[in-house]
């Protein structure tokens, strides 16, 4: 056990040159804003690397990586318990710090730290956005939106929900236009499209591949669908925005090196 000689020798060692801590606001809003679904605010630390910025952050080990390293686990940690607090179920939540923490392993460079620690965030936060669109719905509506999600590659039907939720094809699409105000196939429209908006920003996938990976009919339904919601076609999308903004979205969670693989998706 150590003395209260070595923690004042500690407090003397190199004092002048150890880095000031952030003030805990600063943590607290940023973990704030993963337990909130608050994208755009998440979006913006990662685009200024604000993981890497060792400024206001304490040194708990002599190497950078490792230094960095145990920063990740407290924030782990942190979130998962404060997304347990905002309505993430627990075991879920858990289970994703569990999943992240365990992604150190095989890491030695801050360049693939800052990666998956981007990437539990970005998971975080799009699991936390369901929940807070998902507050006010009815049980049945809120398990049909988990379903479309989880599915997001796939083709869904009114009766593919219906079956999963135990209801009525018709039951389905009455809550859709009582709840969200939208037709159930818009819905599930709207939420491929918004995520395909990833694959163009952050891959050079072809837009047949694209439209194959979301299961739209063909690449130039895909490209009518897109340009009607967005005003641009995923041409032009993709040469205005690639590579210019994170953008993280319910549907492309989990999605590692190669989304279209669409491997360890966790429930």
Known sequence: MKKESDWLAFQLEENDELPKHNHQNRELLFYRHVADGNLDAIQENIANHEFLNPNGIGRLSKDVV???KYHYVISAALIARLCVDNGMEMEKAYRLSDFYIQQLDDISTLDELEKVHDQMVLDYTNRMVIIKRSANLSRPMTECMNYI???????????????????????????????????????????????????????????????????????????????????????KYREKYYG????????DIMEYDDPLKNEDLLS
């Not at 210019?244 to 549907?251: D, E, L, N, P, Q």
Request: glycine share 4%; no cysteine.
């Open 66 to 68: 490792q230094n960095f």
């Open 149 to 235: 999600y989880s599915h997001l590659k796939e083709r869904i039907t009114v009766k593919d929900l219906a079956e999963y939720t135990s209801n009525s094809a018709s039951y389905i699409s009455r809550l859709f236009k009582e709840e969200l105000n939208i037709s159930t196939s818009e819905y599930i429209r709207n939420a491929k499209l918004e995520a395909s908006k990833n694959l163009l920003r952050y891959s050079d996938y072809s837009l047949v591949e694209i439209a194959n990976y979301f299961s739209f009919t063909s690449q130039s339904h895909f490209s009518q669908l897109f340009q009607k919601e967005t005003g641009l076609t995923p041409k």
């Open 244 to 251: 210019t903004h994170w953008k993280g979205t319910a549907g």
